[in-house]
C-alpha cells in the first residue's frame, strides 16, 4: 500500500499495486447548509473531514486506505428556506455517487466505505451502494459518524435524542475542528417540537422508526435543534477520538472480508 492516504495524491500508476481485497477506498460526503445562527453552512464538511482526519492520525500502517475527494454538497432540501443552502436532487447525486464508484472499480478497487456527516444524505448512500453491489459486484459500506456512539457521560439525554442539528454534538465537534467558525454568543438551547410530540402521539415522530418527511422549520424555527450553549472543545475532541476509533473498527472489518464471499 502507498504511504500517501488521499486518492488524488497517487499517481495513475500507482494504482495498479493495489490490492483489490484490502485496500478501501472512502468516500467522505458532507452538506453545505444551514447550521443555525451560530455554526457556518460548511459545518457537515468540517466535521467530516475533519473526523477524516483524526481517523488518519490513528489508523494503523497495516491498513490499507484511500480517501477520495469530500462531496461537499448532498441532499439538504430540509433546510432549502435558509440562505446560503446549497443542493443537489436525490436523482443527481445518486448518478454522481455511482460514477465515483465506477471510476474506483476502474482503478481495480472492488471495495469502498462511504462515510457520511448529513443526515438528509442516509437513503441516497444506500441506493449508491445497493447500485454499486449489483452493476458492479463491489462491497460498498454505508456508514454515518454518530452511529459508532459517543463517549458516556458527556452530552444530555435531550442532546442524545433530539440534537441532531447544530445542537451541544456538532457545536463541540466546531469548537474542536474550527473553533473560528463558531459564534457561540449566538449559541442556545434550542427546543425541538420533535420532544413536545413524544407527549401527544405513540408513535408518530419526525425521526425514527415512523418517522415522516420534515424540513428544519418542523422542528425549531431557527434551524437547529439542541443545547449548543453547553458545547466546548473537549468534548468535540473527546467525541472525535471516539468516533474515529469505532470508524477503524470498521475498516479493518471491511479490509478482511473476502470478496469471495459476496455471491
Known amino acids: 500500500m502507498a504511504s500517501r492516504r488521499f486518492w488524488a495524491e497517487l499517481k495513475s500508476s500507482e494504482f495498479t499495486a493495489l490490492d483489490p481485497n484490502s485496500t478501501v477506498a472512502i468516500l467522505p460526503v ?117 452511529r459508532f456512539g459517543l463517549p458516556a457521560g458527556l452530552y444530555s439525554d435531550f442532546d442524545l435524542v433530539h440534537g441532531i442539528h447544530a445542537g451541544d454534538i456538532e457545536t463541540s465537534l466546531m469548537l474542536h475542528f474550527r473553533p473560528d467558525l463558531v459564534d457561540m454568543s449566538k449559541a442556545k438551547l434550542f427546543p425541538s417540537k420533535a420532544a413536545e410530540m413524544e407527549k401527544s402521539y405513540k408513535h408518530l415522530r419526525p425521526i425514527g422508526q415512523h418517522g415522516f418527511g420534515w424540513i428544519a422549520q418542523d422542528l425549531n424555527p431557527d434551524g437547529a435543534v439542541g443545547d449548543a450553549s453547553a458545547a466546548n472543545a473537549e468534548k468535540g475532541r ?26
Open 30 to 146: 458532507a452538506a453545505t447548509e444551514q447550521h443555525g445562527p451560530h455554526l457556518p453552512v460548511l459545518t457537515d464538511t468540517a466535521i467530516g473531514e475533519g473526523l477524516i482526519k483524526t481517523v488518519l492520525a490513528r489508523l494503523p500502517d497495516d491498513l490499507g486506505v484511500l480517501v477520495l475527494p469530500t462531496q461537499t454538497i448532498g441532499k439538504s432540501d430540509e433546510h432549502l428556506r435558509s440562505p446560503g443552502t446549497i443542493t443537489h436532487s436525490a436523482d443527481n447525486l445518486v448518478r454522481i455517487w455511482v460514477e465515483i464508484g465506477e471510476g474506483v472499480h476502474r482503478a481495480g478497487l472492488r471495495k469502498m466505505v462511504i462515510a457520511n456527516s448529513h443526515g438528509g444524505n442516509i437513503d441516497v448512500i444506500g441506493i449508491v451502494a445497493r447500485e454499486l453491489r449489483v452493476r458492479l459486484g463491489m462491497l460498498v459500506v454505508t456508514t454515518q459518524w454518530r
Open 238 to 263: 473527546l467525541t472525535a477520538e471516539h468516533q474515529a476509533d469505532g470508524f477503524i473498527a470498521l475498516l479493518r472489518d471491511v479490509a478482511r472480508f473476502p470478496l469471495r464471499e459476496l455471491a
